[in-house]
């Protein structure tokens, strides 16, 4: 089942395949980012920090350790598109962390 992901705000942000699944898309099904340590910190396809997932947010940590680059895993299929899951309720921010910058969710645009 499709895993989606949201800031603090309820916007529908990214996904994955499922809730193991090793690669992370925006919604329009762009390869933002992937899960290299099977836990659940997210790295950019350049194997840069791109956030952590707590709970159905996806969120960065600002105080987030290096924790070296990850090898390039190889870039995923297409997923295809995924249903809008709609909107989910605001949470309240967590202390140390903030909402991922829109230029590493959306990359096409950002450059």
């Given at each position: 089942m499709t895993a989606y992901l949201h800031d603090s705000q309820g916007t529908w942000i990214a996904y994955r395949i499922d809730d193991t699944g090793r690669f992370l898309f925006n919604p329009d099904g762009d390869w933002i980012g992937w899960f290299p340590w099977n836990d659940d910190d997210v790295v950019t396809p350049g194997g840069h920090y791109l956030g952590t997932v707590v709970g159905d947010r996806l969120l960065t940590d600002t105080g987030h350790p290096f924790r070296?680059?990850?090898?390039?895993?190889g870039a995923p299929r297409y997923p295809g598109?995924?249903?809008?899951?709609?909107?989910?309720?605001?949470?309240?921010?967590?202390?140390?962390?903030?909402?991922?910058?829109?230029?590493?969710?959306?990359?096409?645009?950002?450059?």
């Open positions: 070296g680059t990850p090898d390039y895993p598109q995924v249903s809008y899951p709609g909107a989910a309720a605001f949470v309240s921010m967590p202390v140390g962390y903030q909402d991922v910058a829109g230029s590493l969710l959306w990359p096409r645009i950002a450059s």
